[in-house]
């Protein structure tokens, strides 16, 4: 019997139920996938899949998340394809939707934007269960950062370093608040500073951020593997200087009651 699911973009996926062979361009959802026990689904990742450790022992490498093997992948012929509006390209989903596969495009720019995303992903393979559980764990996480009666903070939480040792201008780019991760620190009580008319990944001079007088720097591992090269650009700030793991804030789903209790140890 045929289904019809309902993906983040509104779009209206056909799915030949039981959905048994799955192909994720998504760490962070393939990494969802194995906390729900259906790593054995999973036909094909990406080769940025990395968490957990060994924990696709099924699935064939298809290159990455900009570049997929769309030939490889529509050979795989899985039942369903997981993919995201920001790691993909819509050129690729373009050309595995016309090659007849089912791809479930998801879009996420707030906490509970991923609780909900996670629960359709649910519906979609057959695991409804597991992603009405984790949303529950996520909402509930979000509650316990709203409770929190103590002063906010500002904080630059930088994502890319351009230019430091170069001729050109160094610039840092910094979470926006109409990002996930910008609405991670929010809900934690954590302002992202500064504020420009890109609300997504804005760039900056470090005139521009001291001129904030940030309370916190947080300096990710990922995508950028911030150092102490980099931590050392901050070493006359009053700021309090902090490395953290890039897929606390970056990799929505079974990660994220963990970033929520983590960052509120910043608060």
Known sequence: MSAVV???LG???????????????????????WAWGLADRLVGVTDWCVEPAEGFPHAERVRGTKNP?????????PDLVLANEEENRELDVR????????????????????ADSLERLGRAVGAERSGLELAGRIRAAG????????????????????????TAP???????????????????GLDPVPVGEDARYPRWSLEEVAACDPDLILLPDEPYAFGDRDRAAFADWRAEVVGVDGRLLWWWGPRTPEAIDTLLGYR
Do not use: K
């Not at 093997?69 to 012929?77: K, P, Q």
């Not at 050309?95 to 998801?106: D, E, F, I």
């Not at 926006?176 to 934690?188: K, Q, V």
């Open 69 to 77: 093997d769309v030939a490889r992948i529509v050979e795989l012929a």
């Open 95 to 114: 050309r595995l939707r016309a090659a007849g596969l089912a791809v479930h495009v998801t879009r996420v720019r707030t906490v509970a934007g991923a």
């Open 170 to 188: 160094e610039q840092w780019w910094s979470v926006g608040r109409a990002t996930y991760g910008g609405d991670l620190l929010a809900g934690c």
């Open 6 to 8: 309902v993906d983040d």
């Open 143 to 166: 509650e316990r950062g709203a409770q929190v009666r103590m002063p906010r903070r500002r904080v630059f939480c930088a994502v890319w370093r351009d230019g430091p040792g170069g």
């Open 11 to 33: 779009t209206e996926v056909p799915l030949q139920p039981p959905v048994r062979r799955l192909v994720s361009l998504v760490p962070n959802l393939s990494e969802t996938l």
